[in-house]
Every structure is written in structure tokens, then in C-alpha cells.
């Protein structure tokens, strides 16, 4: 990694710890806009760290996306700085503010304006544009669309992170061919969520490694059972798979076509870990990790939400298992040693 | 470095070039070994293979040249080792030597020792076994009773190790034992070069569960050893143990050992009829080959990222525990899986090759987590690397 890039993680690791504090988490969990710290991710450059070109590589400036999930990040700066990145991709210039992604599926795009529904927005309540995919006459294209004027259906996710309809008709849009495709976009969308699952079993890890240490029963911290410590075991190791798993989505996003088959990977395993690790986390922290009060449910309810969103281990799976039948017995080990 | 440092792998152009030669070599010698016996992966014993590979480079591939090796980088070995495990060619007889003896004699061996022995595993002639487990000393290594009693001009060794992998066809073990009698514990052990052909040493067979003899229990009764023996310093056993464990425990043989299973499980997809292929059971079938290619794919990055590590001079004895964790359970977890997919009975001699893979590795698979460091001992130090214990 660069020197600029240690530097940029670091300052964006430092900002994040100052601004997740955990009132910030309950406010935003009430669905307010936590409108300071947005400004100062602005400011600080990160919600356009994906578009610096030479100077820092997407693949690289994508792991913001692991650092804002290891602080829970309760706003759209991984979809910000990923939009960003598609609508340079596309040759579109990308919006001021907060932009969010989803899929496009119910849209339809007709003369330069779209109609339809764009569902499970991810902060859709709170962003002035979203990005998305429609296919039309077997050409993808890449549209953002200004949310002014949509009709808002609100919803959530498992965490209280606003996943928001927005209806539309004949609103005008900038489009363009987008030669990822529906599958590419969509991909795109499920490599930050496999990041940010990374960086939230990460802090999920060093949060129950500190409570078993601290916490004591029988005279000692129960860190000390072997029970205890075989559990922290199969914790790190899922949580170092993640790591792995979100380092191989980010690579693929920096090649010359967004990497469906990695991400497909890196999804899969990612939310796989996600439940044992969110599971095993809260076994070891007792009663006081299912408060309210506590940090750990800030992680494991954005786990138990991200492994679903942009595609369950059961969608990707199936698209790796495809292709690894179609590469057939002879090309299956080649198919492993190309990731 | 914490227990999630896994540095991106190191890759080269090289190493590519390398992958596909070794895929073609492969593809000419070992064309004809049935799928059941690729599936022994690294447990699979063909000294003439081994010699051949030799002849191509392959083996002892890092060392320097005036041992034998050819100094080339530890990814590149790195890629011939997964492709000969991908392919279940059959590495036995030099593996140990490769992976572990051959390294430790390098590094702790005397000039005269690198000299003698180094050049002689380089040509795939030479093979090593490990002298370390006891039958009172298992996971608990340090526990070691047998004796090597200082005498003029040398040691006499008495005792018994067990479950010694291939100790029948090896020339050699490194031997792992107290040379002071009074010691306790990790303190007053040594390791030795033990040539087997010593007067004294008797080697006998232990069946596995599966029928087969591959490994032994090795008397030593008296046996002499000369003061050269001694490899590194006396009372130095332990350092030098278990920096050799390092070297054993996060190589791409701790996951692919049931590799072999999900080639079947795919050809299996790949050639059923049509009106199978409509079946209910379909969707789920694939969507299990997805899951285990997303783990092996995810594990070989962890796996090649700790011998980056090794290669830069890190000492990544937890994250190898972690990977060798990891991959282990996947190994494990494999044959029971896939056999819920292909409702095939598992077969020893059966014709259908993934009936007869099935068996040779739910009958290996209890193996997986004890060789080299049980699942609880590494777990336990993995907890120790959090900083639990
Ligand atoms: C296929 C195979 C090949 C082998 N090849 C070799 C070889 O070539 N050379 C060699 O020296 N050895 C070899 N071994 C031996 C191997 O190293 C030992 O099996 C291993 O170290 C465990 O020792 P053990 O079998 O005596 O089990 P034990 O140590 O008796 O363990 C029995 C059970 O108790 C558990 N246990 C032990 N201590 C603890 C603890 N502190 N906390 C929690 N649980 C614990 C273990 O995890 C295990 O589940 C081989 C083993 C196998 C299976």
C-alpha cells in the first residue's frame, strides 16, 4: 500500500472514531441525518476518494469501505464514493452530496426518462441522487437519477439503516452505456457490502476480545476458559477469512471489468462468516451485548443486514457454482488458482 | 502484526509461466492415476515421481544453489506445490524433506550436514520422516521422555517414537528428544539427524483405519549417534520444533486434501442427463459447489499471504494456526456435504471414481485436524495470539 493510502486510511480511521460515538449511532438508528459528521467525511475528501485516479487506485480507495463498517458508519459513504466511481466509469460526471445505489429492476427508461421504482434505497430518504442499472434492448445503461420529486416509501433494515422506496415517473435522468452490465453494477454494490462486513468482524472481534478479558465469573475473566477461548478461536479465524474475502472484492474492482466472479466469492464467504461471528459474539458477551446500551449490536445487526443486501450467499453461490460446472472438472482448479 | 494481518499475496509473471509448465508435466506423467488415488493429495508415496520432479526443478526449489536448490522465490514453489496437490500427483516421498528437514538443517545444520544431505533431497533421492510424537507425548510435545544419553564421542538413544509418517521408506529422521536427563519440559531437548540405517533403530508397521500403513512406531534401542548428529546446539530443541512447525502448518496442503471431492461432485453436474438436471436438487447442488470454490478461493489467499510472510522473514505462527483452522474444518466438511449431493455409497474399490474418492477421504478426513497440531491446540494458539491466555 502507498504511502498516501496508510495515510488517507488512517486519518479516515481516526475521523470515524471520533464521529461513531455511540449517541450518534442511536440518533442516526432513529432515523435522523447526521448532517456534521457528513460534512466533515466531505471535507476530509473521502466520499470522492474512488475518483483520484493514478493518485490512488479504486481497488485500493475502496477499502474505506471496510474502515467506515468497522465503525458501524451510520451514512452513505461507501455508496457515495462507489456512485462516483460507476458514473466516471460510464463517462457521466457525478452530483454534489450524497449519492446512493440500487437496483433497477422495476425502472423502466424511455427518451431520457425513467419510471418506475427503485426499491430498498439505502439511505434513499436522505440522498439528492441514486444510481442505478436498466437494461434496454440488451444495452445496459447507467442512470442517476435526482430523487426531488420521487414518492417516498419509507423502510429500514435489520440495523435501522433507512432502505427506502422511491417511485417515479417520467423523471429526467443522465444516462449512459455502462459496459459492467446489470451484473457488474450489481456486483459493484455487493463488494462494498463484503467490505464493510470485513471491517464491522473485525471491530466485532476486538470488542469481544476486551470483554473477555475484562469480564469475570468464578474468580476469573472468563477469557481464561478454554470454552470461551476455543469460541474466540473460530471468531478470529471467520473474521480473517472476511479480511480476505473483502481484500479479493476490492482487487476486483480495479480491473479493467468490475470482477463478478471474486466479488461473487468474496460475498459468499463474507456472509457466511457474518452470522457465526455475530452469533458467537454475543454468546460470549452475555446479557450485556443484547442491550440497547451496548456497542456490539451497532455490528451484528449491520451483519445480519449486509450479508442479505445486493445478493445472499444463495444468489452468488449459485452464479459461482454455474460457472465452476461450466468449467467443468479439468478447469475448476484453474478457475480457483485465478482469484 | 495481530491475528487479521494477512498482507496482500505477492504475484509475479514468473510464477504464471511456472503454473502452466508444471500443468503441462502434470498433465504427461500422471495421467493415468485414478481419482481415488488422487485424492491421498500429499499422502500419495511414488519415489519415481519425486525423482522426476527433482530432475524438473521442483524440489527444494528455494534453496541456494551449491545445496542443489535453484533459488527461486518462495511463490513460485508455492505455485508448484498447490498445482501438484490441485492435481493429487502423488508427493509423498519427498514432501517432508522439502517442507520442513531440509529447512531446518539449513538453518540450524552444520556445514557438513547441508553438505552431505541437502544436495541428495534437492534430486529427490533422499527422504525424511518426523521423530517428535511419543506415546506419552502427543499434543503435549514437551512432554518428550526419550533420551539421548551423552557417552564419549557421542549419544546412545533409547526409547520409541510413534506414528512416524512413512518412517519405512524414509533414509532419514530428524529427531526430536532430551539429551539431558534431568531436564524438565521444553528445557535440556535437542534435535538429531538420524540416519534409520543406524544398528539399533526398528521400524513397525501401525494400520490406519483406512487399512494402510503409512505410518510407524521406530524403536531405538541403544542406538548410537555420533556428536555430528546433533543438529544446532544441544538443549536448543525446542526454538528449533517449533520454528519447524511454522513451516508446516499453513501450506496449501491444509486445505486442498478433499479437493479431489468437489472435481467429482462437479463432473458429477456437468455429465447427469437432462431430466436430472431439472431436478428439485439442483439449484442447491450448485449453490454448494459455489459455496466451497468461495472458501477455497478465500483460504488459498490466506494461505499464499502467510508465505508471503514467511518469504519477507515474519514469524506468522498464528496466522498460520488460523489458516491450517480453517483449513482443516473445510477439509472435513467437505466429503460430508458433497455425499448428502451425490447419495452415492461410499466405495473403497467401487468403478464410480466419486464413490470410491468419498471413501477414501471420509476415511482420511479424522486425520486432518490431529497431523500437525490438533484443532484444540491450535485453537488454543490462536486464543493465545488475542491475547486470551
Ligand atoms: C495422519 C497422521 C500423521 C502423523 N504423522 C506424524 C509424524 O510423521 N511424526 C510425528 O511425530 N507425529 C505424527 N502424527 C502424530 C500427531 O502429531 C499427533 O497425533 C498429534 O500431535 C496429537 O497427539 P495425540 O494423537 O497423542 O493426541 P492427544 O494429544 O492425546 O490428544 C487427544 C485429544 O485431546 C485433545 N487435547 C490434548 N491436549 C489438550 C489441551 N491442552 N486442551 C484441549 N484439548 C487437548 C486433543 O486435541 C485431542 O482431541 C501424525 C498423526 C496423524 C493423525
Redesign the interface.
Known amino acids: 500500500m502507498s504511502f498516501e493510502a496508510s495515510l488517507l486510511f488512517e486519518t479516515a480511521d481516526r475521523l470515524l472514531a471520533k464521529e461513531c460515538t455511540a449517541e450518534r449511532l442511536l440518533e442516526a438508528q432513529a432515523g435522523g441525518w447526521l448532517a456534521g459528521p457528513w460534512a466533515a467525511l466531505e471535507q476530509a475528501g473521502l466520499t470522492q476518494a474512488m475518483s483520484l485516479g493514478e493518485e490512488l487506485p479504486a481497488s485500493t480507495a475502496v477499502q474505506l469501505a471496510r474502515i467506515a463498517g468497522s465503525h458501524a458508519l451510520p451514512l452513505p459513504l461507501a455508496e457515495t464514493m462507489l456512485a462516483g466511481w460507476l458514473l466516471a466509469r460510464a463517462g457521466l460526471d457525478a452530483p454534489e452530496g450524497a449519492i446512493s445505489l440500487a437496483m433497477g429492476d422495476d425502472l423502466s427508461f424511455e427518451d431520457g426518462k425513467a419510471s418506475g421504482t427503485l426499491r430498498r434505497v439505502p439511505w434513499g430518504r436522505h440522498v439528492a441522487h441514486v444510481v442505478t442499472v436498466v437494461e434496454r434492448y440488451g444495452v445496459a445503461h447507467l442512470l442517476c437519477l435526482p430523487t426531488a420529486g420521487a414518492g417516498l416509501t419509507e423502510g429500514a433494515n435489520l440495523a435501522f439503516e433507512p432502505r427506502d422506496d422511491l417511485a417515479v415517473d417520467s423523471a429526467p435522468v443522465a444516462a449512459a452505456a455502462f459496459a459492467d452490465g446489470v451484473a457488474g453494477f450489481r456486483a459493484a454494490a455487493a463488494a462494498i457490502r463484503a467490505l464493510a462486513m470485513a471491517g464491522a468482524m ?1 471491530s466485532t ?1 476486538d470488542l469481544t ?1 476486551r470483554y ?2 475484562e469480564r469475570s465469573q468464578f474468580g476469573r475473566p472468563i ?2 476458559f ?1 470454552a ?3 469460541n ?3 471468531l ?2 471467520q ?3 472476511a ?3 473483502g ?2 472484492a476490492a482487487e476486483a474492482l480495479g480491473a479493467r471489468e468490475i470482477g463478478v466472479l ?1 466479488i ?3 460475498k ?2 463474507a456472509g ?1 462468516a457474518a452470522g457465526i461471528v455475530a452469533g458467537l459474539a454475543h454468546q460470549i458477551h452475555g446479557a450485556i451485548g443484547f442491550s440497547q446500551e451496548y456497542r456490539l449490536h451497532f455490528l451484528t445487526k449491520r451483519l445480519w443486514s449486509w450479508r442479505e443486501e445486493f445478493g445472499a ?2 444468489e ?7 460457472q ?6 479439468e478447469g ?2 484453474p ?3 485465478s ?1 | 502484526m495481530n491475528a487479521l494481518t494477512f498482507p496482500t499475496p505477492a504475484s509475479s509473471e514468473a510464477a504464471e509461466a511456472l503454473r502452466a509448465e508444471v500443468r503441462a508435466f502434470l498433465a504427461e506423467t500422471i495421467a493415468d492415476r485414478p481419482p481415488h488415488k488422487r485424492a491421498e493429495t500429499w499422502f500419495g508415496f511414488d519415489a519415481g515421481f519425486s525423482e522426476k520432479l527433482a530432475a524438473k526443478g521442483w524440489v527444494a526449489m528455494t534453496w541456494p544453489k551449491r545445496y542443489g536448490g535453484h533459488e527461486r522465490s518462495a511463490l513460485e514453489r508455492y505455485v508448484v506445490l498447490e498445482e501438484l496437490l490441485a492435481a493429487g500427483a502423488p508427493v509423498a516421498a519427498h514432501w517432508i524433506a522439502d517442507r520442513q528437514s531440509g529447512p531446518t538443517l539449513m538453518k540450524f545444520g552444520t556445514e557438513r550436514q547441508k553438505a552431505d544431505i541437502l544436495p541428495r533431497i534437492a534430486a529427490g533421492k533422499c527422504f525424511f520422516c518426523i521423530g517428535m510424537s511419543e506415546p506419552d507425548a502427543g499434543s503435549d510435545l514437551a512432554a518428550v521422555r526419550m533420551l539421548a544419553r551423552k557417552v564419549e564421542g557421542g549419544y546412545v538413544v533409547n526409547g520409541t517414537k510413534l506414528w512416524t509418517s512413512f518412517g519405512h521408506h524414509a533414509h532419514y529422521m530428524i529427531l526430536f528428544c532430551r539429551t539431558d536427563p534431568a531436564s524438565q519440559r521444553q528445557e535440556g531437548t535437542s534435535q538429531f539427524l538420524v540416519d534409520l540405517a543406524t544398528p539399533g533403530i526398528s521400524i513397525k508397521p501401525i494400520v490406519d483405519i483406512s487399512g494402510s500403513h503409512h505410518f510407524n512406531e521406530v524403536h531405538f534401542t541403544d542406538v548410537f549417534l555420533s556428536d555430528d548428529a546433533i543438529i544446532g546446539a544441544p538443549g536448543n530443541g525446542w526454538q528449533q520444533v517449533t520454528s519447524e512447525l511454522a513451516l508446516e502448518r499453513s501450506g496449501p496442503e491444509r486445505f486442498l486434501s478433499s479437493f479431489e471431492l468437489l472435481v467429482r461432485l462437479v463432473a458429477w453436474l456437468q455429465s447427469r442427463p437432462e431430466s436430472q438436471a431439472e431436478s428439485q436438487a439442483e439449484p442447491q447442488a450448485e449453490a454448494l459447489v459455489g459455496r466451497l470454490v468461495a472458501h477455497l478461493a478465500v483460504l488459498r489467499r490466506l494461505s499464499r499471504s502467510v508465505a508471503t510472510l514467511l518469504e519477507n522473514g515474519e514469524n506468522p505462527g498464528l496466522q498460520a494456526a488460523i489458516v491450517k483452522d480453517l483449513g482443516a474444518t473445510l477439509e472435513q466438511e467437505m466429503p460430508e456435504v458433497i455425499r448428502h449431493v451425490l447419495a452415492l455409497e461410499p466405495m473403497v474399490e467401487s468403478p464410480d471414481p466419486a464413490a470410491a474418492v468419498l471413501a477414501q477421504l471420509i476415511l482420511s478426513a479424522p486425520g486432518f485436524s490431529l497431523r500437525g497440531g490438533t484443532r484444540e491446540i491450535l485453537r488454543g494458539i490462536i486464543a493465545r495470539g488475542l491475547g486470551l491466555r
Open positions: 473485525a472481534l476480545v473477555a478479558n477469557g481464561k478454554q470461551i477461548q476455543h474466540m478461536a473460530i478470529a479465524g473474521a480473517a477469512a479480511l480476505g474475502a481484500d479479493i471474486p461473487a466469492i468474496a459468499v464467504r457466511e450467499e444463495a452468488w453461490s449459485r452464479l459461482i457454482g454455474r465452476a460446472v461450466a468449467a467443468g472438472p475448476l482448479w478457475l480457483v488458482a482469484i
